[in-house]
């Protein structure tokens, strides 16, 4: 089966520019969270998203916003970039909303310049 | 304010020997304490998971002691290997109410095992 897929796996933006960062859960997973993880920190949330709607929001500025579509995948967007914005970006399902059991996935890591 | 404060940092333990990680909470609502192991280049993968209804769980060569009085919770990795050599984190969340999903991280410690 196959686990958590995120896409792109790297990136490099401009400051200022928008970036979409891409998740597909686990086949049979409702839920999608988004974490990002600063290189040295541990992962730091930023949004839930279970059956579509937002469920969970962390302490990340409104450039910040996510979907989720009717096949469950998931969209991460920042507009706007600061150069803090440099991190790699993960995503996480689960089947329930509970945080019980959430698969990660790799990652995708952005690099602003 | 949410945290969970995780010791040591980094950690360096000779193959066959005992690590321990260990970690403190604060909010008296989370019910749910996972800890995920990082290797470079991937996300964390969840290793073994307590509730506060059990004092011990054991995975393996892994084992969680949970200490809900003192708020604190440990990972235990007996007999090391190299292969266990990465970053572990200790997580945190409650599983009711409106932060479900939320889990809030540790900032990690950085295992190496020698050969």
């Known amino acids: 089966d196959a686990g958590v897929t995120q896409s792109p796996t790297h990136l490099i933006k401009t400051r200022g520019q928008h970036v979409t960062l891409r998740c597909s859960p686990i086949?049979?997973?409702?839920?999608v969270s988004w974490y990002q993880q600063v290189l040295g920190q541990g992962p730091q949330f930023i949004f839930q998203?279970?059956?579509?709607?937002e469920r969970g929001r962390g302490n990340f500025p409104d450039r910040f916003s996510a979907r989720q579509f009717p096949n469950y995948s998931s969209e991460l967007n920042v507009n706007a970039l600061l150069l803090g914005d440099s991190a790699l970006y993960l995503c996480?399902?689960?089947w329930g909303q509970g945080a019980g059991g959430y698969t990660f996935g790799s990652g995708t890591r952005l690099t602003v310049v | 304010q949410q945290q969970v404060k995780q010791s040591p940092q980094s950690l360096i333990v000779q193959k066959g020997g005992i690590s321990i990680i260990n970690c403190a909470y604060e909010?008296?609502?989370?019910?749910?304490f996972p800890w995920y192991q990082q290797f470079p280049g991937k996300g964390p993968a969840l290793l073994i998971a307590?509730?506060?209804?059990?004092s011990e769980k054991k995975e393996g060569r892994f084992t969680i002691s949970f200490n809900k009085s003192a708020k604190q919770f440990s990972l235990h990795i007996m007999d090391s290997q190299p292969g266990d050599s990465a970053t572990y984190f200790c997580?945190?969340?409650?599983?009711?109410?409106?932060?479900?999903?939320?889990?809030?991280f540790g900032k990690g410690t950085k295992l190496s095992v020698k050969p």
């Open positions: 307590i509730r506060p209804d059990v």
């Open positions: 909010n008296t609502a989370f019910d749910y």
């Open positions: 997580a945190a969340t409650a599983t009711y109410g409106g932060s479900q999903g939320n889990l809030i």
């Open positions: 998203y279970y059956e579509k709607e």
């Open positions: 996480a399902s689960s």
């Open positions: 086949s049979g997973h409702k839920s």
